[in-house]
């Protein structure tokens, strides 16, 4: 006898809540609602699950949150103090979405409207080619309850010097903010988008992210997000990008927030000559648990990527990194890094590493590694010799450690922030 | 800051020699053998596998998955693969009472 399966439902992300997402726009609508067929299909994630053995779906506490309404315009939106530096501004709260300022070289604005404008953009791309493997549970719910979307799409040859700020905030106990992001660069066109993600301190409440990257060719494009969200918080990411030929992709996420964030981030070098530099930087103490998945996947023959990841736990702080460089049948000439290093700075902190390749062609030069660590003694005394207290000389030696990614961020105020962060979580050792 | 909480009885011993709490962030694995109570961190210090459907012979519990032994008195290693502890908690009973002390 063959029966109907149950549906694969987490916590309060069920059909009755997926209803009142729907009748925004039949292009969106039905976006989502093939992404909650996904949803419901793919079997809830396990702690047996490979992917969630050291993270185990119960601390993502996904039962505790209700999604936010889908959100309108915010008529009052908070002014980012980085909004200055950027061409267009994109603020998303729990009262809503504000474009405060944008380019007429761009095209930017909500998912809705961008349906209604331009569909056959929203309906080539979402839930597009991006993703270069089976449809993932977190990702397709994300894709079906998201609660704010936002287009950016960017004309050929078009050069935006000062690039895109987003930034979310969210403070309500227990709410789930989903934004869904979709970033298409037309041929040539070159730009930067800066996202910042902020929540109330000591509340419980969830960024679940789900972004798609397109670039045509010779496209460039340098993201970065700093996540500094409550220690109460949970994050999750998911993001994805397709290349084309010349076109290059500059990543940076910057994970210092959360109580657990659980990221996945990959790429498809999807025509000969395209470019991915994927990387992200990462501290947990306290507790925090960051999980990080990323796959570099070689499609096309003579295509480049790297992937830098750099971590520091203290504090009972435990990060685990787990990437994939594969390479499809017939990619020959591929040149792909996959570097992961770790720096644990106390006796409790903990850092897991499992790089890993998955090769169907010859004549390629693909390489891995990881390392662990932890702060020089002989570099410390060094310092210390020259009058820097040994406090200082930690701080200095850390920074050091992550200055390789700082060239990876296009935005001066991100880099100082970055640095902020890093020089409080050290003295929260300190004291 | 440590602090003492109630996790569980002395009733809920009766059946199984074992249980899993959750407190302050910390994932748990109060152990009975014979009349004394332990407590530690559930996770391996080797492999990250969790620990509560480790074998327990006397005071060692084995890991089981790579078969790492830890004492459950004071989450010493006390054979590879693990090459250090597993995070230990004192106990205490109170009547019928067991709690756990736990760093905040």
Request: charged share 25%; aromatic share 8%.
């Amino acid at each position: 006898m063959i029966t109907a399966t149950e549906p694969h439902i987490i916590g309060n992300f069920t059909p009755e809540c997926f209803e009142g997402f729907l009748g925004g726009n039949d292009v969106t609508d039905a976006k989502r609602r093939e992404a909650f067929e996904s949803y419901t299909t793919i079997p809830n994630p396990v702690a047996t699950d490979e992917e969630y053995r050291r993270t185990p779906p119960r601390l993502l506490k996904l039962d505790s949150f209700s999604p936010l309404p889908k959100l309108g315009i915010d008529p009052n939106p908070p002014v980012h103090p980085w909004a200055d530096d950027f061409d267009a501004v994109v603020s998303v709260t729990e009262n809503g979405i504000a474009i405060q300022k944008t380019s007429d070289k761009i095209l930017l604005m909500t998912m809705d409207d961008a349906s209604a404008a331009h569909p056959e953009c929203i309906q080539k791309y979402v839930r597009g080619e991006a993703m270069p493997v089976k449809p993932r549970k977190l990702q397709a719910l994300v894709d079906s309850f998201w609660n704010v979307g936002l287009t950016l799409k960017i004309d050929k040859n078009i050069v935006l010097e000062k690039g895109v700020l987003i930034h979310y905030h969210v403070g309500t106990e227990g709410a789930a903010l989903l934004p869904r992001l979709l970033v298409v660069g037309g041929e040539h066109a070159e730009f930067s988008i800066v996202e910042h993600m902020t929540s109330t301190a000591d509340t419980l409440h969830a960024v679940m992210q789900s972004r798609e990257y397109y670039l045509m060719p010779g496209a460039k494009v340098k993201q970065v997000s700093v996540q500094e969200l409550s220690q109460k918080a949970i994050s999750v990411s998911e993001e994805w990008a397709r290349i084309q030929a010349g076109a290059t992709v500059t990543t940076c996420s910057l994970t210092l927030g959360s109580k657990v964030s659980k990221i996945a981030a990959g790429c498809d070098t999807a025509e000969p000559g395209a470019e991915a530099y994927f990387g992200g930087l990462y501290f947990a103490n306290k507790k925090q648990q960051f999980d990080l998945m990323t796959l570099q996947m070689h499609s096309s023959p003579n295509t480049y990527s790297n992937m830098l990841y750099k971590g520091a736990t203290q504090s009972k702080g435990y990060s685990v990194y787990q990437g994939i460089i594969q390479a499809a049948r017939g990619a020959i000439g591929v040149d792909a890094y996959q570097t992961n290093n770790n720096l644990i700075l106390d006796h409790t902190g903990r850092a897991d590493s499992l790089p890993g390749l998955i090769i169907d062609a010859d004549e390629l030069a693909c390489s891995h590694g990881a390392t662990m660590g932890t702060l020089d003694a002989d570099q410390i005394y060094y310092l210390r010799a020259r009058g820097i207290q040994e406090a200082d000389a930690r701080r200095l030696l850390v920074m050091g450690f992550f200055g390789e990614l700082v060239e990876r961020i296009p935005s001066e105020a991100a880099r100082e922030r970055m640095f902020e962060l890093i020089g409080e979580k050290l003295k929260e050792t300190d004291t | 800051m440590s602090n003492w909480h109630e996790v569980a009885s002395v009733a809920d011993f009766k059946k199984d020699d074992r249980k899993y709490i959750e407190v302050a962030d910390e994932e748990i694995g109060i152990f009975k053998v014979g009349q004394e109570y332990h407590a530690i961190s559930i996770w391996c210090s080797h492999a990250r596998v969790s620990l509560m459907n480790g074998f327990v012979d006397e005071h060692c519990i084995q890991c089981p998955a790579h078969g790492a032994e830890f004492d459950l008195r004071d989450g010493s290693h006390m054979s590879a693969p693990a090459v250090r502890p597993v995070e230990s908690f004192p106990v205490k009973v109170e009547g019928d009472k067991i709690f756990v002390q736990v760093e905040e």
